[in-house]
């Protein structure tokens, strides 16, 4: 624990009074402190369920500490800094924000997993984590922080529009619980419309396997080669552009469709959360289907630039709410099962 470490503005003598403080907080960051500070020298963690069933992972503490310096000099968020936790500490992202705040000396302010956290505090900070909902429902507020970290899904091309004259540097992050949170990030704002890509970390290679899949040798954050289901183009050793998923992947009629890449197309003319997917068909095998959260009303699918005649969605389906996972990340396969088709 560093010396300048402080939780809600309160330092702390030992593990001991720490431990205590936290209880009082929240029970998932108590259970963090309690198994971080135990003689175990690897901490076990959680995986989102997103891309399939959760499932227990074990994480080196020395990685993770590592993972940490190495945001704390990226990003140049070292001690006495004053950050933000808004995520949930039973997931890697919220409890890497724990593990930063203990290596770097930061000061640490905890708020409820909430849509909109900066409406739950009236304080100025200097780096916090974000999921895609938080940012879009904190816009009026984000002047408040300097550096925002977002992660755990897709920002709509509507949200990154509305962020460019912001102040506040907004930086995607590209990452898994395998890596410990962010082995990558990109600048989502004030890039005078030139193509952005993930940039890797230091002591971070990438490189690509017979899908086109991104491939990660991290050697400070991971003992394994993490192979990804992520469909990459490599940009330069240390640069590359997302396409989507490759257990996504949809083939209809022969024609291989990227569903990230038309949900991009069709971020033009669909504000809320939507996304497409195959569904059987006898003819094509597969066909593309769109489905959007919310009340039904009409879309004006031939209006979308650049979406080819094999991209536009065969039917269209309005839910009221998708199902989505305890990290708020859709979860596309039980949400599609919810329309009874």
Known sequence: MHLNFK????????EEELIAYSKTISKSIYSFFIDWFNQEDYLVVTTSGSTGKPKPISLKKEFMKNSAIATGNFFNVKEDTKALLCLSADYIAGKMMLVRALILGWSLDVVSVDSNPLSKT???????????MQLQNSLQDLHRIKKIIVGGGVVSNTLIS?????????????????????IAVKKLNDFNEKPVFYQSLPNVEIGIDHRSCL?????????ELVV????????SDNQFEWLGRFDNIINSGGVKLNPEKIEEKLSQIIHGRFFVIGFPDETLGEKLILIVEG?????SLSSVKGLSKYEIPKEVYFLSNFIETETQKIQR???LEKLKL
Request: no cysteine.
């Open 228 to 235: 990804t289901n992520d469909v990459v183009q490599l940009v």
């Open 295 to 299: 009340e039904k009303y009409d879309l």
């Open 122 to 132: 009236k304080e100025d900070y200097d780096f916090s984590a974000m999921v895609p």
């Open 162 to 182: 509305k962020i460019q004259d912001n102040q506040t540097q907004i930086f995607a992050t590209y990452g898994m619980t395998e890596t410990i949170t962010h």
């Open 333 to 335: 396969k039980k949400t």
């Open 7 to 14: 939780l809600n503005g309160i330092s702390f003598q030992s």
């Open 215 to 223: 491939v990660i040798k991290a050697p400070k954050v991971s003992d």
